[in-house]
């Protein structure tokens, strides 16, 4: 039987997605929909835009992800399920593997349809809600294809990155606001437009064209109907090549960059009033650190809040994968890290 996305009541939606009438958009790195099903088959029709930069899909079946594999352009039917038990729930989840790419002409997956003979469950809720708010490193880029130099799509895979790793360990629901090459204040090649506070407010701020627009990207995100238990910043580390550029005095860099991580925490802050805040760094480098303990310090305050700061481990010597990001391995070491942090804070232990 064939259902819309909006027909079947007993769904999850994760990350920042929107509806463009029937069809749900995916625009984030990691967003999708999980559903808990009595099925023997499941098929997706889905409908990819792009132009330059190809779009990948991840399915995961009871958490483990059984594929990933780039979408063919336009709207296509793709097997989720085959020859499974119907009389035993299966936990399914897809989700958009590519982060969002803003520089490409379109860059849009809709899950348009679901062709099933699934009897829909409620879907188990998990123990927390985490969002991650990041760079290529939040997008996994580097941790798939390791051997790899082309900044294409094909080196991403945020699905074995320090985020869904950390979201394991603590049966989390996450979302993730990542872009690569963004800063806290400036890009790596010194564009202060290009910078997760610009548009952290917005369901995906980030995608500015006509189709990403009139399908919802440009909306300001409900954040009181999606409240987090944790949010996770890792910026940074593109701020500290920016600084690097003749185009910037140092002094005055780091005074505004300061001031513009104040702000944003304070814009965290304010849309997530009970969420525990950690800001953390350090897998490329510490160059940053102590501006960045400046901010939450300073922060702290000036408004009385207990914002976390984790130094991570630099992955620079031995966790390298592709374009000198952190692999896999890498990932595991943050995670164990975020997650000692967040175990005391949420489960105080």
């Not at 895979?157 to 400036?186: C, F, H, R």
């Amino acid at each position: 039987m064939k259902y819309s996305l909006k027909e079947i009541d007993n769904k999850k939606l994760w990350g920042r997605c929107s509806f463009e009438d029937n069809d749900l958009v995916l625009f984030w790195t990691e967003s999708g929909v999980e559903f808990n099903v009595k099925a023997g088959y499941m098929v997706a029709e889905i409908e990819a835009s792009y132009n330059m930069l190809e779009l990948w899909l991840d399915v995961f079946v009871d958490d483990e992800r059984i594929m990933r594999f780039p979408l063919q352009q336009g709207r296509h039917k793709y097997q989720i399920l085959r020859g499974f038990d119907p009389n035993h729930p299966t936990r399914v989840r897809i989700a958009r593997n590519t982060q969002s790419m803003p520089d490409d002409t379109v860059s849009l997956i809709k899950i348009c349809s679901i062709d099933t003979d699934a009897e829909f469950l409620p879907v188990p809720e998990r123990k927390f809600k985490i969002e991650f708010i990041g760079d290529s490193i939040t997008s996994g880029e580097g941790s798939a294809a390791l051997t790899r130099e082309e900044w294409i799509p094909t080196v991403f895979d945020p699905a074995i990155g320090y985020a869904v790793e950390t979201a394991k360990l603590l049966d989390a629901e996450y979302n993730m606001i990542s872009q690569s090459g963004w800063g806290l204040y400036a890009s790596w090649d010194g564009n202060l437009e290009f910078a997760l506070p610009v548009v952290y407010k917005y369901v995906c701020g980030s995608q500015k064209t006509e189709a990403a627009v009139h399908a919802g990207s440009r909306e300001e995100w409900d954040f009181s109907s999606n409240i987090k238990d944790a949010i996770i910043i890792n910026l940074g580390t593109n701020d500290s090549g920016a600084i690097k550029l003749d185009k910037f005095d140092d002094d005055q860099f780091i005074k505004d960059f300061t001031e513009c991580g104040i702000k944003f925490l304070k814009e965290v802050r304010d849309y997530n009033p009970d969420s525990v805040i950690v800001w953390v760094y350090g897998m490329l480098g510490h160059e940053m650190k102590n501006n960045i303990e400046d901010i939450v310090k300073t922060y702290n305050n000036k408004f009385s809040d207990n914002v976390r700061f984790v130094l991570l481990p630099d992955c620079n010597n031995g966790y390298v994968g592709a374009r000198m990001h952190p692999n896999p391995e890498g990932h595991k070491l943050a995670a164990a890290e975020i997650y000692r942090c967040l175990k005391e804070e949420l489960i105080n232990e």
